[in-house]
């Protein structure tokens, strides 16, 4: 789908899994901020069966920036913040720094994210403001529960670089904290299995139900 005022938007239908199948199309989608929709883009989207916005911004974000979807009748709306204070403290590897201390930091909101998704009729747009960081910690998740191959993960998020604001350098891109390195994501793949083994069991040590992990795997394989 192509938008006037977003970039970076893809459904996660497509990507290749373990067991050799690919995931549907139509369940969910990653966005960066759709600050302005035309009529046709808004009806284009509620036809293609979305029906659920997860916007993972603080509420003084979506103050300054509303998104165009949030009261849109047929969409139902969750502000569930996924924060992004992390980027001060931990610019080490700062990308890869960024989402494992967000799942480390911030389960509560990730389990009230996750239990959103399952629950959900139709499909599902998950956004932040570009799309990238926030946003590619859910969706890098979601594809594990699909059992998607690591590289196709990486592949997902890297698709972000050219997307953010076309026409910038990889240094300007940099400057502004907009890089989305494919080496941080496969880095944060390896630590979370590390740490968690595999992400059932990530998700059963911050309380989110099986039923619900079925849910949102059947929804994509």
Do not use: Q
């Amino acid at each position: 789908m192509k938008f006037t005022s977003i970039s970076n938007f893809r459904d996660l239908g497509g990507y290749r899994t373990k067991s050799g199948g690919r995931t549907k199309y139509g369940a969910f989608a990653r966005s960066d901020l759709p600050k302005t929709l035309t009529r046709e883009e808004t009806d284009a989207l509620r036809e293609a069966g979305y029906t659920t916005v997860v916007d993972l911004r603080t509420p003084e974000e979506t103050i300054i920036n509303k998104n165009a979807l949030c009261g849109e009748p047929g969409f139902n709306y969750y502000n569930l913040r996924l924060d992004n204070w992390l980027r001060a403290s931990f610019y080490g590897p700062w990308e890869t720094a960024l989402y494992y201390h967000m799942l480390l930091a911030l389960t509560e909101n990730v389990r009230a994210i996750f239990e959103v998704l399952a629950e959900a009729e139709g499909g599902t747009i998950i956004n932040c403001y570009s799309g990238k960081d926030r946003t590619g910690t859910v969706l890098a998740l979601l594809l594990m529960i699909a059992g998607v191959e690591d590289s196709e993960i990486v592949n997902d998020y890297h698709k972000s670089l050219p997307n953010i604001w076309p026409g910038m350098s990889f240094e300007e891109l940099r400057n502004h904290r907009l890089v989305s390195d494919a080496e941080a994501m496969e880095i944060f793949l390896d630590m979370f299995r590390e740490k968690y083994g595999d992400v059932e069991h990530y998700f059963s040590l911050i309380g989110l139900a099986s039923e619900a992990i079925e849910k949102i795997r059947a929804k994509l394989v």
